[in-house]
């Protein structure tokens, strides 16, 4: 049986190869852990990132609201007081950020935003990435009251929790969408298979479309830096069409090999 260390196996599985054939010989689990420690290792370097691009944008909010910059504000019965009468915008995110208890905005005034959350008296809308807008009631989430001093308070401990919630939040966003599209993959690969007349079993099958998705999972992470969203058939070619072109070149391989041997 041909070894492969990690790294040969990220290069490797990035184009079909004698590689596919080569791996079907180990066991799942060595191709599970192998996916696992790449979601890992991607989803560090991008929350990391993201943690930092955040905690910044957190803490100076934190600063500004203890110094009177931005009003003292509660949330008691599911309804947000802001001291004042006027409108407040928070700049320190790439995100448009309202704060109006008194319905000086509507939906409308903010939807030229790709980004933005409009925290309003009995509620708070948010669009991001132009997926929205989205609108929640504080009643339905919030199950607290938080007064002036309680809100400072959270905001630098969301401050200080942010690096780390924001690497747990990826690496499960992660492992959630490589299993959502690991199966459809999956589904694909079963119908190649098929027609291809090729005595794989599925679990085979499976093992495969776990080392074809390298790209794509190495490609959701990459597209969460990006300033604007990507388009949807460029994630679906990603996803889909690259790993089931793998499959397809490897099962032909194999049905080539197949037929030398007969002929022999």
Not at 157 to 180: E, H, R
Not at 190 to 214: C, D, E, F, P
């Amino acid at each position: 049986m041909k070894k492969y260390n990690w790294i040969q196996k990220v290069g490797l599985s990035l184009v079909p190869s004698e590689f596919y054939i080569h791996v079907l010989q180990e066991k799942m689990r060595h191709a599970i852990g192998y996916m696992v420690v790449f979601i890992l290792i991607l989803s560090l370097s991008v929350g990391i990132y993201t943690g930092l691009q955040v905690k910044s944008g957190m803490d100076a909010t934190a600063t500004d609201y203890n110094n009177g910059v931005i009003p003292q504000m509660s949330l008691l019965d599911g309804e947000l007081t802001i001291d004042g009468t006027d409108t407040v915008t928070i700049e320190h995110f790439n995100t448009f950020i309202v704060l109006d208890d008194e319905y000086k905005y509507n939906i409308n005034d903010v939807l030229v935003y790709e980004n933005f959350i409009l925290f309003q008296k009995t509620g708070f809308s948010f669009m991001s990435k132009g997926v929205g807008p989205m609108v929640y009631q504080y009643k339905d989430t919030f199950f607290m009251n938080l007064t002036a001093e309680d809100v400072g308070t959270m905001l630098s401990l969301m401050a200080n929790l942010m690096i780390p919630v924001s690497i747990m939040s990826q690496f499960t966003l992660s492992i959630a969408s490589f299993f959502f599209n690991s199966l459809f993959v999956l589904l694909i690969g079963n119908i190649l298979r098929t027609i291809s007349g090729l005595g794989l079993r599925l679990k085979q099958v499976y093992h495969m479309v776990i080392y074809a998705m390298s790209f794509s999972v190495f490609w959701v992470h990459y597209t969460t830096l990006l300033p604007r969203q990507v388009p949807m058939w460029l994630d679906n070619f990603v996803f889909y069409t690259i790993p089931s072109l793998i499959l397809i070149t490897v099962f032909m391989m194999i049905r080539k090999r197949a037929v030398e041997e007969l002929s022999k």
